[in-house]
């Protein structure tokens, strides 16, 4: 979720590494930053302080108190952060996640017949699998509809991101975030596609599954239920349209600042560093303001890029190499180094 269920391309594929080992910790200087001169580290802070108020550390507590002081951006990330490598044995590996918007309608008719669902209310949201409930309708008559969409694939991919803005007739909107889900196993359609021979692994991406199953409406249908994991929705009215939608720190996330991570690993509302490879490389303070059901590991991240199409062709391209650096107040990143476990 944008949240809880990140929701990228790359979620689609599955494609998650082999087993890892314990996390290493390297202390770097800032000049080992490819490019740190060059960023708009007052970017950077402003975002960093919409969410450093809500890290549950003293340590934390006292450094961002300070930041909304507005001091010198590069001078306070230099003077009290540590960067600090940290690896389990796997290589970098980047993708991006969008906040979709979809054109959509509060009453069902011949044109939209695909129901976003809220989450039950009696706990049998786990009783089902994805086909049974859209094939079967369990929860049909419930009165458990948020809108209803057009297309089954924007609804399957909707899921996949977790969040999304549903555009209305009369051009209101509302925006819808992750609620809970049916506790099955995520399935990799990216994957079955790939070991069935229809595409490479390099091939197969999220503009690709959804062309091949609009071509391919039976078998992309069965495609589709092979995933048993559904995802059920909430309305969020207290996000105005223009902020983007809510990260795993319940704040709004920010397009090209804000990443998710690990949370095992990477500490929730810290900055981390990025140096992305690929034919948009990227080198940028980010916030960790989210998770991912497929971001797991030390060198795993999600890039948000925003809301609407255009961010969603930018990040569905995104499979990138590189590194990540995690910057630790000082104090916290020794005590971290010499004892991870207590962190």
Request: proline letters at 7%.
């Amino acid at each position: 979720m944008i949240g809880q269920l990140t929701r990228t391309a790359f979620v689609a594929l599955g494609l998650t590494g082999a087993a890892v080992a314990e996390p290493s910790y390297t202390f770097l200087t800032f000049d080992d930053l490819d490019g740190w001169a060059e960023d708009d580290h007052e970017a950077a802070l402003d975002v960093f302080t919409q969410t450093c108020g809500d890290i549950p550390r003293p340590e934390w507590a006292q450094l961002c108190a300070y930041a909304k002081d507005g001091p010198a951006a590069r001078d306070f990330f230099e003077t009290f952060f540590q960067p600090v490598l940290i690896e389990d044995g796997q290589p970098m590996l980047f993708t991006g996640y969008y906040e979709p918007e979809i054109a959509g309608s509060l009453v069902p008719d011949e044109t939209y017949r695909f129901p976003i669902y809220r989450l039950p209310d009696d706990d049998t949201e786990g009783v089902f699998s994805r086909r049974e409930i859209e094939e079967d309708l369990p929860f049909a008559k419930r009165e458990m509809e948020i809108a209803w969409l057009s297309d089954p694939v924007d609804l399957f991919f909707l899921q996949v991101q977790g969040s999304g803005r549903i555009s209305l007739p009369g051009g209101h909107v509302i925006r819808v975030g992750y609620a809970g889900k049916n506790g099955r196993d995520y399935t990799s359609v990216g994957r079955a596609l790939v070991d069935r021979g229809v595409f490479t692994l390099d091939q197969v991406s999220s503009p690709v599954i959804r062309q091949w199953v609009k071509e391919n409406p039976e078998e992309g249908q069965s495609l589709l239920w092979l995933n048993d994991s559904y995802v059920f929705f909430r309305t969020i009215d207290e996000v105005p349209a223009e902020k983007g939608p809510l990260g795993a720190m319940n704040r709004s996330i920010t397009p090209l600042r804000s990443i998710a991570v690990d949370p095992a690993i990477t500490l929730l509302g810290a900055p981390v560093w990025i140096e992305k490879n690929g034919v948009d490389p990227m080198r940028r303070l980010m916030v960790a303001q989210d998770t991912g059901s497929a971001i797991k590991g030390a060198q795993r991240a999600d890039v948000y890029y925003g809301t609407g199409d255009a961010a969603g062709a930018a990040a569905g391209a995104v499979k990138d190499t590189g590194r990540m650096i995690v910057l630790m107040p000082v104090a916290y990143a020794v005590a971290k180094v010499s004892d991870p476990l207590e962190f």
